[in-house]
């Protein structure tokens, strides 16, 4: 029959497309920028977390699994469209039941979910469950921009201390200073000030639609928590190298976390259409060395701190013994 060979054909056109493509998204993740997309991408951004770590194994097996089932099905559509095609086969079967059959085309998908479903439990529980927090950082969605506070916090001689609260807006740098026809002096001063607050050497690179005129700063290899909420309407706090995405919602206080290992920038976008600009109020983290964080901190204490009137977050009233990294 022609059945061989056809599959045998499908999985050497298979084989065929995997070499030729393997090597180059390879060679592609090998090159791609961390924490940001890029064009032409196949799959998704490189993990820089343990939570993007554990997603990316599971979408990688599930993606195995997901693929065989569909060849399966496909090669018993096919047997069944040429074997049993009218000048094949003139006369069908009146067979109407089966019973062993039926229990098996019940019982094998069973199985093969409850197999998924103990490596997808453990991975919503690791996500779920912050570590000690070393770092707390407050995240508010605003239409349409996001507000960032290090609220006042102790988390011991490993953790960071804030001794005073700040906070600072990041609102996208302005579409008008990419492409050809930008203004190069704004655009000049735009990385300047970005270069001022990240308190860096280095001249920042700034890319379209995704940067902002501050970042989150961030110590490399540190347990980080978010508080995120909203200050109006649903919003969604997500940055896809740390693998974490979660809803900004007016009057709670929603949990989630993150451990940078590997310094650099990182982009999130937010994701739940929010109104108009909903498309333009990136998420930037910057993660750096815990020497550069310190002399960050430092600075941005003093520029941006939040006394009185200007302090947003209740944590700072609460006390030492309550903030959240000290459950
Ligand atoms: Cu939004």
Known sequence: MGFTALSRTIVTAAGLAMAAGVPAAAQA???????????????????ASPVMEKLT??????????????????VLLGICIVRFRKSANPTPAKT?????????WTAIPVAILVFIMFPSFNLLYFQDQTPKAELVIKATGYQWYWGYE????????DGVTIEEPFGFDAFMIDDDLFGANADSAARADAVADLQTFLNTDQTPEIHR?????????????????FLVTSADVLHSFTVPSFGFKIDAIPGRFNETWFRANRVGTYYGQCSEL?????AFMPIAVEVVSKQQFAAWKERTTREYALRDADTRFA???????SAPGNE
């Open 29 to 47: 993740a090998a090159d791609a920028p961390v924490g940001r997309a890029v064009d032409g991408q196949l799959g998704l951004q490189p993990a």
């Open 57 to 74: 194994g599971f979408h990688d097996s599930l993606l195995v699994i997901i693929t065989l089932i569909t060849l399966l099905v496909f």
């Open 96 to 104: 109407s039941h089966n019973t062993w059959l039926e229990v098996a």
């Open 150 to 157: 290090y609220p006042e916090q102790d988390n011991g001689a």
């Open 209 to 225: 639609l995704l940067d902002t005129n501050t970042r989150i700063v961030v110590p490399v290899d540190t347990t980080v928590k």
């Open 274 to 278: 929010c109104g108009i600009k909903h």
């Open 315 to 321: 944590l700072v009233s609460t006390g030492p013994g």
